[in-house]
DNA sequence: CGGGAATTTGACAATGATCAACAAGTGTGG
DNA sequence: CCACACTTGTTGATCATTGTCAAATTCCCG
């Protein structure tokens, strides 16, 4: 199981995950050299904010449990979300400086917290970690080109149907049911997300569930009934 | 001079960069541990593929000349330009197994190929490298985190805007003349890279001239005439 | 069960895409 | 060096997708 590791679309990992050094969520500590750095835990309310823009980074987030999204911000009020971040998601990996986003608790959500001091230790004094770092990284890049794919191309429908499969490829991942998803987030959240209204979010959430490839249960669950067709959907198979 | 920094929005670099090592474009060759490591070069005619998706990751390349879009393809023929490279850019540091994407030169350049086998050795006997690679992908991703809000909330104007903004605040990180701007690229790929067709492109261009905020000189120079205002279209002051 | 927020649905408007014609560069061969 | 062909860019007219505004409905939680 590969905690930290981000939904890549492509190649497996080649390298040692991340997890191999700070876990998978259940233990406080990190191994350091050949002792432990303590590291803290914060519960975040439902819209409770990790870190605000101009924040300094002075530590990166593992999520525990819940969702946290990063987003940017017009001064107009425009919102982007840059990415939604599931357990074992590692935030603000590489941020430097301060921050120019701000992180959000979509849901009441746990995380860990290690300082960057932390980090930068491990990358020195750990041969392998870096590297998984950059991997980590890599795969986090990976993803938000595919994003860019779908922001700057692909219509609100297969907007849409990516974001689902994106979901569904990361329960997969992660072992769970890749046809049960859990969306957390509001329909405004995953607008900004897929640059879309809430509106038209609903009316292809609408349509997808009227073409029967998913149903709706409740706000935020949702059950895929035909993943090769939402699939064939997300890449434009008109 | 900075010649592998990519454009890093908020703050200035921490961290020594890479451009220590792998030298700026004058050198074919790299220090590795206490020896030397050879490049090799490569010419590129204008829309020459650099590699195309599906191959084997086997160099990172240092564009030297001329200008190198990255992108992605969906089946059909819709295209996002993911990046464009200028000298001194370093494209692929973080790729791993094989690529996703397509990197294409955009008008006749030169880049230094650098095998995989030669960074990974560096990573690995240089202690700061692999920090530096870090740093390089941060910043690569803080552009992408950019580009997505333009994409995903921008207005035609205002992306194209903040495109030409990106080109001058490069030439100014890179102590060129940040009003004087060479598009090599066509529209259709200004267009692939904002999300756009050519047609609108094209009428925003016309529109800043108008405006008195830009001057086209041929189809690959721009003069800024009135930077503020650039800016200010960027962001979102209507 | 009731109240408030989130979502869905509908009508209309606007931004950007499409289709089409024209203009302006660019390159080539006579 | 010029003429012609071809590619690229500009402009115009129309259309479609998605945004905006408004109202109705559903969901959730106490």
Chains 1, 2 share one sequence.
């Not at 191999?20 to 191994?31: D, P």
């Not at 917290?113 to 392998?128: A, D, F, H």
């Not at 991997?135 to 779908?150: I, K, N, Y």
């Not at 997808?208 to 890449?235: D, F, H, Y």
């Amino acid at each position: 199981m590969n905690s930290v590791q981000l939904g890549h679309t492509n190649q497996p990992e080649q390298i040692a995950s991340l997890s191999q050094w700070i876990g998978n969520g259940q233990s406080a500590q990190i191994q350091v050299d050949r002792g432990f750095a303590t590291t803290s835990e914060r519960a975040l309310d439902s819209h409770e904010h990790l870190y605000m823009c101009g924040d300094q980074h002075t530590h990166v987030y593992q999520v525990l449990e819940g969702v946290v999204g990063v987003y940017q911000m017009l001064a107009d009020g425009r919102r982007q979300i840059v990415s939604f971040y599931y357990p074992g998601d590692l935030i603000g990996a590489v941020d430097q400086g301060s921050t120019s986003q701000h992180a959000e608790a979509l849901c009441a959500s746990r995380v860990r917290c290690i300082p960057v001091k932390t980090i930068e230790t491990l990358i020195s004094s750990q041969p392998g970690f870096g590297q998984a770092m950059l991997a980590t990284v890599a795969t986090e890049l990976a993803e938000t080109r595919d994003q860019l794919l779908s922001l700057g191309r692909k219509s609100a429908a297969e907007k849409l149907a990516t974001f689902l499969l994106r979901i569904s490829r990361r329960n997969a991942r992660e072992n769970q049911n890749d046809t049960q998803l859990y969306l957390p987030m509001t329909r405004a959240e995953i607008g900004d997300y897929l640059g879309l209204t809430i509106e038209t979010v609903s009316r292809n959430m609408t349509r997808l569930r009227v073409a029967g490839i998913i149903r709706l249960e409740g706000k935020s669950r949702v059950q895929i009934l035909n993943l090769e067709k939402l699939a064939e959907l997300a890449n434009g198979a008109s």
